[in-house]
């Protein structure tokens, strides 16, 4: 089955930068999508980016254009995040998730999730 475990949250100061990792098994598909997602207490999960494996195409949520990069070590099944200019808005826990295609990117389209790892920016 698929696994999922992501590493790299903690705490930062505003304007700062924190790698996020996530290490993926069990996928048997070649190619998929593979997604950052974060959650605040009382809202509902958000999309961050998303990659498709073995390409280039990505997306990002507005909020995080020019700031954060979604990329993909193929070799080592591992998916990052790398999130530079750090706001007190990006505090959350981060998700990484996975799917067949990306067709959508909302969270109920994911069927599998990591535990995810705590961001916190002050």
């Known amino acids: 089955h698929v696994q999922l475990v992501e590493s790299g949250g903690g705490s930062v100061q505003a304007g700062g930068s924190l790698r996020l990792s996530c290490a993926a098994s069990g996928i048997t598909y070649s190619r998929y999508c593979m997604a950052w997602f974060r959650q605040v207490p009382g809202k509902e999960r958000e999309g961050v980016a998303v990659i498709r494996t073995g390409s280039t195409s990505t997306w990002y949520a507005d909020s995080v254009k020019g700031r954060f990069t979604i990329s993909q070590d193929n070799a080592k099944n591992t998916l990052f995040l790398q999130m530079n200019s750090l706001k007190a808005e990006d505090t959350a826990m981060y998700y990484c998730?996975?799917?067949?295609?990306?067709?959508?990117?909302?969270?109920?389209?994911?069927?599998?999730w990591g535990q995810g790892t705590q961001v916190t920016v002050s």
């Open positions: 998730a996975t799917r067949r295609y990306c067709a959508s990117i909302s969270p109920a389209a994911f069927g599998n």
